[in-house]
């Protein structure tokens, strides 16, 4: 029987476009060719170091300014980084609060203190409705890796099996079901209405 639930942010209840900060950053590359040899799959993983909190804002700053050869300021840095933020998506809240009349309610999600900044303010009402978040530049650890997963059941109390993980990712889907947690790939064929109402019927 499923007791818990633990939602991924962005791609679930947070809508975020990479491609928009992968354009902007090449604008300001002074070696646009680069974004020719990465996709905006593998920019999703450009800032690794600083999602798992082992950099600073200042270090990442000189980090990718270094990795895509920016001419920038810092400013114009943190708004192309921060321009993938698009904001919470409609119905999240609704959503969240039917499903917390059922279930013990987590968000995880892998992000970095800028973006944090960026929009912990922004979804504070989203937030507050979550009885546990984890954060990976808080505790240390990112998604796929199960010591990431291992760390919010310990820190929880869940049960691999009376918990269901929510993620757009198909990377962080097999690795939840290494650890027996139950899954549910949130892709095209989902959205916020269509989840809840399974959910809440299962």
């Not at 002074?30 to 600073?56: L, M, R």
């Not at 922004?122 to 507050?128: A, F, P, T």
Request: overall charge negative.
């Amino acid at each position: 029987m499923i007791k818990n639930l633990i939602f991924d942010c962005g791609g679930v209840v947070f809508d975020v476009d990479y491609e928009k900060s992968f354009l902007e950053f090449k604008k300001l590359s002074q070696q646009p060719h680069i974004f020719n040899e990465i996709s905006v799959f593998e920019f999703k993983h450009i800032a690794s170091d600083y999602e798992t909190g082992k950099q600073t804002t200042a270090e990442f700053l000189i980090d990718i300014r270094n990795k895509l050869s920016l001419e920038a300021s810092d400013e114009q840095i943190i708004s192309a980084w921060n321009s993938m933020l698009i904001g919470f998506i409609n119905q999240s809240i609704e959503s969240v609060k039917e499903l917390k009349t059922r279930y013990n309610l987590a968000l995880f999600s892998n992000t970095n203190e800028l973006h944090f900044q960026s929009f912990s303010s922004v979804c504070n009402e989203l937030l507050q409705l979550f009885e546990k978040i984890y954060f990976s530049h808080k505790i240390g650890f990112k998604k796929p890796d199960l010591a990431s997963f291992h760390f919010v059941l310990n820190d929880s109390g869940y049960l691999p099996s009376e918990t269901l993980f929510i993620d757009d990712s198909i990377e962080n889907i097999h690795a939840a079901n290494k650890l027996g947690i139950n899954t549910l790939h949130y892709n095209s064929n989902w959205n916020l209405d269509k989840l809840t109402n399974y959910l809440m019927n299962l």
